[in-house]
C-alpha cells in the first residue's frame, strides 16, 4: 500500500529542466509521475486504481463512514460497543478476500477475468446502497445484511484491482513502491474531500440521504468493468476449475509455509490484532452534550478531514522520503509512535487539554492529523512487503490472503474494543471509564515491539522470497500447484 532507482524519467526530465522550471516543479512532477505510469501500465490501470482506491474506497469510504456512525447512533440508536460489534460484521467481506481472489484468478466469465467482477462489485453496491436508502425505517438486522453486501462489493473491487497492483509490482518491480504510492494517494485525496463534504450532507440530507449516495462510487466500479483494458481468453474449460481452486490452495499453503512469508504475516495479524478499536465510544463521547465537547456533524467531519491530510502527509513522507528505509526499523518506529499517539485521546477525555488552555477543537485537530500519519506510515510499509511476498504465478490470490490476515486482524481488534467497552460499561450516556479503556488500548499497541524479529531486516529493494519459491515453477514443471495461469496477470497463457 521499494526500489533504490527511483523513476527514470522523472531523472532525465529534472536532469533537463530542472533550472528553468523553478517554483512550478512541486506541480509539474506529480503529472509526469501520473503520465509514466499510465505509459508503463495503461491508462485504464490507473484510472482503475483511482476510481476503486479514491472514489469508491477514499470518498465512499469517508461519506459511509460518517454516515452509518450517525445511522448507528441517531436512527438504530444502538450502544457504542453494539456498533463497535455491526462496524465488525459489515468488514466479514473483506475477511474472505481470498475467496474473490480466488475466483477473479481462476474463473474467468465470458472471457475476462477481470472486468465481470467490477461489473459485480458494482451492481452489489448499487443495489445494497438503494435498497438501504430507500427504506428510511428498515430493521436493524436489514440494514447491517445491506451495509455487508455493500462492503461486499468494495471488498470485490478492491481485491481485484489489487491483483492487477501485485501483477504490475512483479512485471514493474521499480515501480512496486509508486504503485502503492498511488494507491495510497488516491484513497487520502479521496477521503480528504468525502470527510470534507461528509458532516454538511448529514446535517442537510440526514445519515439515511448519505449512504443513498455510495450508489454514485458503486456505479463508477459498474463503469470500470467496461472499460479495463484486458486481454481476452477464448475457450476456457471450466471443467478445470476445481482443480484449479486445488491448485490455487496448494500453491498458497506452499508459499505460507515458508518462514520468509509467515513469520511477517504473524507480525502484521498480531500488531493489528492487539490494536484494540474503540472508535465507536470516542465517537459518541466526542458528540455527547453532557459528558463531551457535543460537536456537531460539519464539525465531525471536519475533524475526519484533517485526518485525511494525515494520512496523505504519511503517504508522502514514506514516497520520499522512507521507502527505502529497512522493513524493521520502519515498523519499530511506526509501532511505537502509533501507541504514543494514542495518548492524545487520554489527554483529551481526561480533560487536560483545557488546563492547559488547548480547545478542544484545535487538540482534536493536532489528534487527527498526528494519528492519522502515523497509522499510515505503520500501514504502508506493511503493505508493501504484502506484495513482496507474492511469487509469481499467484500474485492475485496471495496479495488477497494476506490483505485477508490484516483484515481479520482489524475485526480483531473492533470486536475487542467493543469487548472492552462493554466490559467498562461505556455506553451512549455513561463515560466514566472510557480513559481506562484508552489507556489498556494504548499499551496493548506498543505490545509487538516485541515481535519484530518476525519481520526481515535486509534491504526492502531486494527479493524476500527464498529462490525455492521463485524458481519452484523451473524446478518441478509437473507440479501444476506452481503455476497457475491468471490470464490478466500473467501474460494471458490460457488463451494461447
Not at 56 to 66: D, E, I, K, T, Y
Not at 275 to 286: A, D, E, P, R, T
Not at 421 to 441: N, P, S
Amino acid at each position: 500500500m521499494v526500489e533504490e532507482e527511483q523513476l527514470p524519467i522523472h531523472v532525465e526530465g529534472n536532469q533537463e529542466n530542472g533550472p528553468n522550471r523553478g517554483i512550478s516543479e512541486p506541480v509539474w512532477n506529480p503529472v509526469k509521475w501520473f503520465k509514466m505510469l499510465a505509459m508503463e501500465m495503461h491508462w485504464s490501470f490507473v484510472l482503475g486504481v483511482v476510481v476503486v482506491y479514491g472514489v469508491s474506497q477514499g470518498m465512499g469510504g469517508a461519506l459511509g463512514r460518517v454516515g452509518t456512525e450517525y445511522y448507528m447512533k441517531d436512527i438504530q440508536k444502538v450502544q457504542p460497543s453494539e456498533a463497535q460489534i455491526y462496524s465488525g460484521i459489515t468488514s466479514i467481506p473483506w475477511i474472505v478476500k481470498p475467496i474473490w481472489g480466488i475466483l477473479t484468478d481462476v474463473v474467468p466469465i465470458l472471457g475476462y477475468h477481470r472486468r465481470p467482477y467490477f461489473v459485480l462489485a458494482g451492481v452489489l453496491g448499487v443495489i445494497s446502497m438503494l435498497f438501504l436508502s430507500l427504506h428510511r425505517e428498515l430493521h436493524l438486522l436489514f440494514a447491517v445484511l445491506c451495509l455487508t453486501a455493500g462492503s461486499a462489493g468494495v471488498a470485490i473491487a478492491d481485491v481485484t484491482v489489487d491483483a492487477c497492483v501485485a501483477q504490475n509490482s512483479g512485471t514493474h518491480p521499480l515501480l512496486a513502491a509508486d504503485m502503492q504510492s498511488l494507491c495510497a494517494l488516491s484513497s487520502a485525496i479521496g477521503a480528504l474531500v468525502g470527510f470534507s463534504f461528509s458532516g454538511i450532507l448529514v446535517h442537510l440530507i440526514g445519515p439515511v440521504g448519505v449512504l443513498g449516495l455510495l450508489t454514485i462510487p458503486a456505479g463508477l466500479v459498474l463503469l470500470l468493468g467496461f472499460i479495463l483494458k484486458e486481454s481476452y481468453t477464448p475457450n476456457f474449460s471450466y471443467r478445470q476449475v476445481t482443480q484449479k481452486f486445488i491448485n490455487a490452495t496448494k500453491a498458497m499453503w506452499a508459499t505460507l509455509s515458508c518462514p520468509e512469508v509467515w513469520r511477517p504475516c504473524v507480525y502484521m495479524y498480531l500488531s493489528l490484532s492487539l490494536s484494540l478499536n474503540i472508535h465507536q465510544g470516542m465517537f459518541y463521547w466526542v458528540t455527547d452534550s453532557d459528558a463531551g465537547p457535543s460537536f456537531s456533524k460539519e464539525s465531525i467531519g471536519y475533524l475526519y478531514s484533517i485526518g485525511s491530510v494525515g494520512t496523505l502527509l504519511g503517504a508522502i513522507l514514506y514516497q520520499y522520503g522512507l521507502k527505502n528505509h529497512p522493513f524493521r526499523d520502519l515498523c519499530f518506529w511506526t509501532q511505537l509512535l502509533f501507541g504514543l499517539s494514542g495518548m492524545l485521546d487520554l489527554v483529551l477525555v481526561l480533560r487536560l487539554n483545557l488546563k492547559f488552555g488547548i480547545p478542544d477543537y484545535l487538540f482534536l485537530v493536532i489528534d487527527a492529523s498526528v494519528s492519522h500519519m502515523i497509522g499510515r506510515l505503520k500501514w504502508m510499509p506493511l503493505n508493501v512487503l504484502s506484495s513482496k511476498l507474492c511469487p509469481p504465478g499467484i500474485e492475485g490470490t496471495l496479495f488477497a490472503l494476506l490483505m485477508s490476515i490484516d483484515n481479520a486482524g482489524l475485526l480483531t481488534a473492533s470486536w475487542g474494543g467493543g469487548l472492552l467497552l462493554h466490559i467498562l460499561k461505556v455506553t451512549r450516556t455513561e463515560f466514566d471509564k472510557l480513559w481506562l479503556a484508552i489507556l489498556i488500548r494504548n499499551l496493548l499497541r506498543v505490545s509487538p515491539l516485541c515481535l519484530l524479529f518476525l519481520i526481515p531486516r535486509g534491504d526492502p529493494n531486494s527479493s524476500i522470497l527464498p529462490a525455492e519459491v521463485l524458481n519452484a515453477e523451473e524446478d518441478d514443471g509437473t507440479l501444476e500447484t506452481k503455476r497457475i495461469e491468471l490470464v490478466s496477470l500473467v501474460d494471458n497463457a490460457d488463451g494461447r
